[in-house]
């Protein structure tokens, strides 16, 4: 439950951010592909309403075409205005609802696509310091919506900003949250991070 607190402050903290935007802001490409962000926050309220059995169904439905299951399932909550897709990120914001996977896997997916919403619109990025922590530490453990463990296999990571770090390797310092970005391909992040390591994280985020 916990975990679960730490994603419904991330949730609320973002609608808070989002509650200002123009109709331009919402249409700024995000970090995340192609999509707007307003179709990021539509995605991350499909994450918060879609369990176990409607995402197995979906991901058939879809063929096993994952992007197009994610497309289909974002339109279900984009609505006809910015204003919609708002109320809607609202109304899901206290839901444990999930597809299958660990919890901590759905705390990285609002921390991520925070990030991924926030940084192109120069708005100031400041997730929860344990929010952060939890987040590194399960992809640093493991791939599975990123291929985070394969990003960094054989560096070492030190944060700036608090206690974590981990690996063997050429080192790769910076904040916690352009470690994780980094971690989940977006290649933006990684001109925050210092180190001879660098370089080599920064190519995998390129593929």
Known sequence: ???????????????????????????????CGKWSVREVVAHLSAVASVGRLRWFRSVVGAKFDFDLHNQRRLEEHLGDSPADTLAEFRR???????????????????????ADIRRPLGISIAPRRQALVEVARFYVSRDFAVPSQSAVEGL??????????????????????????????RGAFCDDLRGEGVDLLRSRCAT
């Open 156 to 185: 070492r990571l030190e944060s700036t900003d608090g206690d974590f770090s981990v690996g063997n390797g050429p080192v790769v310092t910076g904040t916690t949250l352009a470690l994780i970005m980094a971690m989940a391909g």
């Open 92 to 114: 899901l914001i206290p839901s444990t609802t999930a597809p299958m996977g660990p919890t901590a896997a759905w705390l990285g997916e609002v921390v991520v696509h925070s």
């Open 1 to 31: 439950m916990e975990m679960w607190s730490m994603i419904h402050a991330e949730r609320a903290a973002l609608a808070e951010d989002l509650e200002t935007l123009d109709e331009a802001q919402w249409a700024t490409p995000s970090l």
